[in-house]
């Protein structure tokens, strides 16, 4: 049974950079490596749903925080046989975003903190009812909140297609899911979890080896 290592973080964190470090270190080793990214925009008609409602599309369905998080729960739902089956063939399951996400930006808009009902809610509803494999353990790449806001705008202009979604652009909403996250990572939320410095370079071959219990010389 493979590894399920989560990466999460805010919008503009780094962490699509941040997991093909990881990829490209793992699969330089010899690793069977299967990845995922969620919400699955895509592929699941829950995300899709999801996204048109962050951009406006579908009236008022984005000013619910429970109905926001149970779509983004039934694509994971969705997606749950086939994570089962790439932890049984790999070694590394690597994920962006997952869980944790859905827990931080709704107890975040919510302007809730961990222990205030939302993210049990979530684990209920992802967990216990859905039955989504838990993780192995959990990064979250920290950056101040600027930076990432900055990250976020660049990739907007250079890319049309990557116009930030409604959450993307709450400046104050992304600073309460950025401490909605320390919270969970500091009380090891569903795994133990890693606080990786995102602001500089981060040294994804010694993280990919650190992760797996590898010395810097030895291979899977």
């Known amino acids: 049974m ?3 290592i989560v990466v999460e973080g805010l919008d ?3 962490k699509r950079t941040l997991s093909d470090g990881l990829c490209a270190a793992w699969l330089a080793r010899g690793a069977r490596v299967a990845r995922f990214a969620f ?3 895509d592929d699941d008609v829950h995300a899709e749903l999801a996204r048109d409602a962050l951009y406006g599309r579908l009236g008022d369905v984005a000013d619910s925080v429970h109905g926001m ?3 983004f729960a039934l694509d994971r739902r969705a997606a749950a046989p086939e994570l ?3 932890l049984a063939a790999h070694e590394v399951v690597l994920v962006d975003r997952y869980v944790a996400s859905n827990a931080a930006y709704g107890a975040a808009r919510r302007h809730e ?5 939302f993210v049990g809610w979530v684990h209920q509803i992802e967990i216990e009812r859905f039955a989504i494999p ?3 353990v959990q990064l979250l790449l920290a950056v101040p909140r600027e930076v990432a806001a900055a990250r ?3 990739r907007e202009r250079a890319d049309a297609s990557r116009a930030r979604d409604a959450y993307e652009a709450d400046a104050a909403l992304q600073e309460r899911t950025d401490a909605v996250y320390a919270q969970l990572a500091a009380g090891s939320w569903l795994s133990p979890w890693r606080v990786v410095d995102g602001a500089g370079t981060v040294d994804a071959d010694a993280l990919a080896a650190q992760l797996l219990g590898w010395t810097s010389a030895s291979a899977p």
Not at 113 to 117: F, L, N, R, W, Y
Request: no cysteine; charged share 20%.
């Open 2 to 4: 493979g590894r399920l």
């Open 12 to 14: 503009g964190a780094g």
């Open 39 to 41: 919400p699955r925009y």
């Open 69 to 71: 998080a149970v779509l």
């Open 84 to 86: 089962r089956a790439a």
């Open 113 to 117: 903190g961990v222990a205030d009902g």
């Open 134 to 136: 838990v993780p192995d």
């Open 152 to 154: 976020a705008a660049g």
